[in-house]
């Protein structure tokens, strides 16, 4: 386990500072440190390469027994770059080069520099990767690398990217061989091209889906390609140390913006497919997220990287100060949370963002896990003794493994390429995806967040919610059939698959649920009020509903809800499964307006589906702002079950199923308590009382 902090983004901190903060950073119970090797910094010259400062630091982290992982920054890139690779600036969507400048967030260096689609960029890029690689591959202290930071390629474009003329050939090469030639792409585009220079991309949202959708699903796959590249380099350079990439948010929460086509900074699962594993930046406080937000981003990053390395890249380490705007500081317990909630979910490295308090720009003054935002103390505090528990545990927490997930919730791409086509963002989708997780998290059901195109897992899942899936293609929708089939449920919301890849509408009875469950929405009607109940097993749900209803035209199946004009949620047997389909929209709805009965309604169907709990909460009762948090996995024969206590409450009582803990004992390594557990005619109980860090880690055979 990497327990870190980055510390260097040259030139800062400045030298004077080096071996004490090292020595420090040592006591402070970790043991790693992440170095940015900025391109632009090592290779201020042409061809000059200029290494002291990195040897000096790998240097000194050694002497202090402290590992580094090296981040390779080639994003940043030398001001030289268009001068010595001419015309190799990227071009926006009106045309015009692009003029790069300083990032906001580092103190030398171009962004976003010259198109990696030009084969002179990448010649450089390459040439300066390799001598990073050469260079340290042999220090005795290299844990590993970080070869992509934030997956960042087209910040600070000021427009949307790129129609370079090698961006350009690079589309429509992926056309080609996606539709094996102009012919097959007329055919699937419904058009009459007569040469590939007419194939532009589109240019702005609200237009034709088919080439913007087409554009965006090129630009996902560009970086997962280019993450590859970089990837397969440092590889054939270094086979042994690991090598991961990291994004600032998992995939399926880039919905784009006006700069930003939708997931255009790369899939995740494809760069779990490729590379050693994936990462994920986090900033709670300064993103106002809560311990759900925190746990949904780090379950949707190893829902990615499976069995590969999970890596929290960078945690927030002190109070984030963006300009002159102060968020709120960091408090040492709610670190310790997020450190050991990424344990949980099974995470191989936590490094913090960052060691000092920066010093220019906007972050002036934040971030620092010894930074003046008052709380630096107590965090120094609980770090050395999370260190010394990761020390003492090391063998425990390098073989644990989180619980298999059986509830799977869909992740479609191509649906987020054809909202931002449409609306300039893929936030309904995203938001859409997130009600479902958050839900989940909060009744503590392990979940697996499953991508169109990494259908192989659906055979592990009973069931598989599909939020807002608009758009579907053959292959997934043969895959979702076949799970159905053979025992799954499927929980389909209004509209899906109502589009194909190429961003045609179907109709209703076109669609491939239709076929399957011989029934068919009747078409939009409009939402006159923002709820409607639902009957299952005797049970009444309130639901929240967004944007419109698609009530059914037949009359089929086990009706579970009514419109005006037809059923609204209707169950069909299909094979050995079934197939629940909701006329509405209610995962967005539920993450803009709580209510308990989504939350009831979700554990419901779960439950139909087959799934029941290892560990249920007893009391206290969940309520909107305060829940237990759990979570649970093994590690080898041991049962390791981490239990988040809300702050209201100090008391869990907990129903373990039969033979959970064979001993009927456990131990909190956290605050070192021994728990019994009662033999009851259900299980196994418990009543737990928060310790102090308002955590515990049951560990027991
Ligand atoms: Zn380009």
Same mark, same amino acid.
């Given at each position: 386990?990497?327990?870190?902090?980055?510390?260097?983004?040259?030139?800062?901190?400045?030298?004077?500072y080096?071996e004490?903060?090292?020595?420090?950073?040592?006591?402070?119970?970790?043991?790693?440190?992440?170095?940015?090797v900025?391109?632009?910094?090592?290779?201020?010259?042409?061809?000059?390469?200029?290494f002291?400062?990195?040897?000096?630091?790998?240097?000194?982290?050694?002497?202090?027994?402290?590992?580094?992982?090296?981040?390779?920054?080639?994003?940043?890139?030398?001001?030289w770059?268009?001068?010595?690779?001419?015309?190799?600036?990227?071009?926006?969507?009106?045309?015009?080069?692009?003029?790069s400048?300083?990032?906001?967030?580092?103190?030398f260096?171009?962004?976003?520099?010259?198109?990696?689609?030009?084969p002179?960029?990448?010649?450089?890029?390459?040439?300066?990767?390799?001598?990073v690689?050469?260079?340290y591959?042999?220090?005795?202290?290299?844990?590993?690398?970080?070869?992509?930071?934030?997956?960042?390629?087209?910040?600070?474009?000021?427009?949307?990217?790129?129609?370079?003329?090698?961006?350009?050939?690079?589309?429509?090469?992926?056309?080609?061989?996606?539709?094996?030639?102009?012919?097959g792409?007329?055919?699937?585009?419904?058009?009459r091209?007569?040469c590939?220079?007419?194939?532009?991309?589109g240019?702005?949202?609200?237009?034709?889906?088919?080439?913007?959708?087409?554009?965006?699903h090129?630009?996902?796959?560009?970086?997962?390609?280019?993450?590859?590249?970089?990837?397969?380099?440092?590889?054939s350079?270094?086979?042994?140390?690991?090598?991961?990439?990291?994004?600032?948010?998992?995939?399926?929460?880039?919905?784009?913006?006006?700069?930003?086509?939708?997931?255009?900074?790369?899939? !995740?699962?494809?760069?779990? !497919?490729?590379?050693?594993?994936?990462?994920?930046?986090?900033?709670?406080k300064?993103w106002?997220?809560?311990?759900t937000?925190?746990?949904?981003?780090?379950d949707?990053?190893?829902?990615?990287? %499976?069995?590969?390395?999970?890596?929290?890249?960078?945690?927030? %380490?002190?109070r984030?100060?963006?300009?002159?705007?102060?968020?709120?500081?960091?408090?040492?317990?709610?670190?310790?949370?997020?450190?050991?909630?990424?344990i949980?979910?099974?995470?191989?490295?936590?490094?913090?963002?960052?060691?000092?308090?920066?010093?220019?720009?906007?972050?002036?003054?934040?971030?620092?896990?010894?930074?003046?935002?008052?709380?630096?103390?107590e965090?120094?505090?609980?770090?050395?003794?999370? %260190?010394?528990?990761?020390?003492?545990?090391?063998?425990?927490?390098?073989?644990?493994?989180?619980?298999?997930?059986?509830? %799977?919730?869909?992740?479609?791409?191509?649906?987020?390429?054809?909202?931002?086509?449409?609306?300039?963002?893929a936030?309904?989708?995203?938001?859409?995806?997130e009600?479902?997780?958050?839900?989940?998290?909060?009744?503590?059901?392990?979940?697996?967040?499953?991508?169109?195109?990494?259908?192989?897992v659906?055979s592990?899942?009973?069931?598989?919610?599909?939020?807002?899936?608009?758009?579907?293609?053959?292959?997934?929708?043969?895959a979702?059939?076949?799970?159905v089939k053979?025992?799954g449920?499927?929980?389909?919301?209004?509209?899906?698959?109502?589009?194909g890849?190429?961003?045609?509408?179907?109709?209703?009875?076109?669609?491939?649920?239709?076929?399957?469950s011989?029934?068919?929405e009747?078409?939009?009607?409009?939402?006159?009020k923002?709820?409607?109940?639902?009957?299952?097993?005797?049970?009444?749900?309130?639901?929240?509903?967004t944007?419109?209803?698609?009530?059914?035209?037949?009359?089929?199946?086990?009706?579970?809800?009514?419109?005006?004009?037809?059923?609204?949620?209707?169950?069909?047997?299909?094979?050995?499964?079934?197939?629940?389909?909701?006329?509405?929209?209610?995962?967005?709805?539920?993450?803009?307006?709580?209510?308990?009965?989504?939350?009831?309604?979700?554990?419901?169907?779960?439950?139909?589906?087959?799934?029941?709990?290892?560990?249920?909460?007893?009391?206290?009762?969940?309520?909107?702002?305060?829940?237990?948090?759990?979570k649970?996995?093994q590690?080898?024969?041991?049962?390791?079950?981490?239990?988040?206590?809300?702050?209201?409450?100090?008391?869990?009582?907990?129903?373990?199923k039969?033979?959970f803990?064979?001993?009927?004992?456990?131990?909190d390594?956290?605050?070192?308590?021994?728990?019994?557990?009662?033999?009851?005619?259900?299980?196994?109980?418990?009543?737990?009382?928060?310790?102090?860090?308002?955590?515990?880690?049951?560990?027991?055979?």
């Open positions: 386990m990497k327990l870190g902090t980055q510390y260097y983004r040259p030139p800062f901190p400045e030298k004077k080096w004490e903060d090292f020595a420090h950073i040592k006591d402070s119970g970790l043991n790693t440190v992440q170095l940015w900025l391109w632009a910094w090592v290779e201020s010259k042409p061809g000059e390469f200029v002291e400062d990195y040897d000096r630091l790998i240097e000194i982290a050694d002497q202090k027994g402290l590992g580094v992982i090296l981040s390779t920054i080639a994003e940043i890139q030398p001001y770059i268009s001068r010595v690779v001419p015309d190799s600036e990227l071009i926006d969507h009106l045309g015009r080069k692009v003029i400048t300083n990032r906001d967030e580092c103190n260096g171009l962004t976003p520099g010259g198109c990696t689609d030009h002179g960029v990448w010649d450089r890029m390459k040439s300066f990767l390799t001598e690689v050469t260079r591959r042999s220090v005795p202290n290299l844990r590993g690398w970080d070869a992509w930071n934030e997956l960042r390629w087209n910040v600070q474009a000021d427009g949307l990217v790129c129609f370079c003329p090698h961006t350009l050939a690079a589309f429509r090469n992926w056309l080609d061989r996606k539709y094996g030639g102009l012919e792409l007329n055919e699937a585009w419904k058009r091209y007569g590939w220079e007419d194939v532009m991309p240019k702005l949202p609200g237009r034709t889906y088919t080439e913007m959708m087409a554009f965006q090129f630009l996902t796959w560009r970086a997962n390609q280019h993450g590859k590249t970089r990837y397969d380099l440092m590889k350079l270094d086979p042994d140390s690991p090598i991961t990439v990291h994004a600032c948010f998992p995939s399926p929460q880039a919905e784009g913006d006006s700069y930003d086509h939708a997931v255009n900074r790369g899939n !995740d699962w494809f760069f779990a !497919d490729n590379l050693d594993g994936i990462g994920c930046s986090s900033f709670p300064w106002g997220q809560d311990d937000s925190f746990s949904i981003r780090v949707s990053v190893k829902s990615a990287a %499976g069995d590969k390395l999970l890596w929290l890249s960078e945690v927030q %380490g002190g984030s100060n963006i300009g002159f705007d102060m968020s709120k500081p960091v408090d040492a317990l709610s670190q310790q949370r997020w450190l050991w909630n990424g949980a979910c099974g995470a191989d490295a936590v490094l913090f963002w960052c060691w000092r308090d920066e010093v220019f720009g906007k972050e002036s003054s934040g971030f620092g896990i010894t930074g003046n935002d008052g709380f630096a103390l965090r120094l505090v609980a770090m050395k003794m999370t %260190g010394r528990l990761i020390e003492e545990y090391s063998e425990l927490i390098s073989n644990y493994r989180p619980e298999k997930p059986e509830v %799977g919730v869909m992740f479609s791409p191509q649906s987020y390429y054809l909202y931002w086509a449409q609306e300039g963002n936030r309904r989708p995203a938001q859409a995806l009600g479902y997780t958050r839900s989940l998290a909060r009744k503590s059901i392990p979940y697996l967040i499953v991508e169109e195109e990494h259908l192989n659906l592990e899942l009973k069931i598989l919610f599909l939020p807002r899936t608009i758009v579907t293609d053959i292959t997934t929708e043969k979702l059939e076949i799970f053979e025992g449920t499927l929980v389909c919301e209004s509209e899906c698959g109502a589009f890849p190429q961003g045609f509408y179907r109709y209703p009875e076109e669609r491939f649920i239709s076929r399957l011989g029934i068919r009747i078409g939009r009607r409009s939402l006159t923002d709820y409607f109940w639902t009957k299952i097993d005797g049970k009444k749900f309130n639901l929240g509903a944007q419109w209803l698609t009530p059914y035209w037949k009359d089929k199946g086990q009706v579970l809800a009514n419109a005006k004009e037809g059923p609204l949620m209707v169950e069909i047997p299909v094979g050995k499964g079934k197939l629940t389909l909701c006329g509405a929209y209610l995962g967005d709805a539920y993450l803009h307006n709580w209510t308990a009965d989504f939350e009831n309604f979700v554990e419901t169907m779960i439950r139909r589906a087959g799934w029941q709990p290892e560990i249920q909460l007893i009391s206290p009762r969940l309520t909107k702002d305060s829940y237990v948090y759990i649970s996995g590690s080898g024969e041991k049962r390791v079950v981490f239990i988040f206590f809300p702050p209201d409450h100090d008391k869990a009582h907990l129903r373990f039969a033979n803990f064979s001993g009927m004992h456990a131990m390594i956290i605050s070192g308590k021994e728990i019994d557990f009662l033999e009851s005619k259900s299980g196994q109980e418990c009543t737990l009382s928060a310790p102090k860090w308002r955590f515990s880690v049951l560990v027991g055979d």
